[in-house]
């Protein structure tokens, strides 16, 4: 059965800090990783992942995936009250003809105090 | 380019009840998944529908169903409402399972309420 892992479940940080969450997933035949935000109702798309090594970036978000290790990390650097949210992993395999099935850990809830 | 609508947002049935739940995908895609979210379990996969034909489905029981009609739009259905079926259900369209670099885009959610 396919599973994805987040840590910590939950953070407090200080506006500007920066923090590292974390993201471990077992997948057969796994073909990429997704990072959402959800702030109130949707989940909102961050980045895709699909080669390992390579970094993403939007802003003072940046993303990175290991292959080998099985786990991507999720930075966020200078902190703001608004990036507080839960932020959600989710892994998807390749599979037969016309599926798209995503696997979500259970999210890491972030809460920036100013 | 209007993203994904649901309807309702917001229900409210008792034990017994069934209820149908609607999603209008993204115009252009044909990709529609369902998804349930509760504090305890977190988001999990309930069915994919793909050119009105479902091509995945979770772990779910048989009082869970769905369709897809030709314009992409679907419906899910729960029959036989129980307590625990109150979450947020959550619908999210992608352009086709053949663009290996398209993701999901979520809509707003209907908030579900089984009294």
């Known amino acids: 059965e396919d599973k994805v892992v987040q840590s910590p479940l939950s953070l407090v940080v200080h506006e500007g800090d920066t923090v590292t969450l974390n993201c471990s997933y077992e997948v057969t035949n796994f073909r990429s990783l997704l990072w959402y935000k959800q702030e109130k109702k949707a989940p909102t798309f961050l980045f895709m992942l699909?080669?390992?090594?390579i970094e993403k970036k939007s802003g003072r978000l940046s993303s990175i995936l290991d292959k080998k290790e099985l786990f991507s990390i999720l930075n966020i650097t200078a902190t703001q009250t608004g990036d507080s949210a839960i932020y959600l992993c989710a892994a998807t395999p390749y599979s037969g003809a016309g599926s798209y099935q995503l696997t979500f850990g259970k999210g890491t809830k972030l809460s920036v105090i100013p | 380019k209007a993203g994904v609508t649901q309807t309702p947002r917001y229900l409210i049935k008792t034990r017994g009840q069934q209820v149908t739940l609607s999603c209008s995908p993204i115009s252009g895609h044909r990709s529609v998944s369902w998804y349930q979210q509760t504090p305890g379990q977190g988001l999990q996969f309930l069915f994919e529908?793909?050119?009105?034909?479902?091509?995945n489905k979770g772990n779910f029981p048989g009082r869970f169903s769905g369709r897809q009609f030709s314009n992409s739009r679907s419906e899910m259905n729960v029959s036989t409402l129980e307590l625990g079926d109150s979450a947020l259900y959550l619908c999210a369209s992608s352009l086709a399972w053949y663009n290996r670099t398209d993701t999901q885009y979520f809509g707003p959610g209907t908030r579900l309420t089984v009294l």
């Open positions: 529908y793909f050119s009105e034909t479902q091509r």
């Open positions: 699909t080669s390992s090594g």
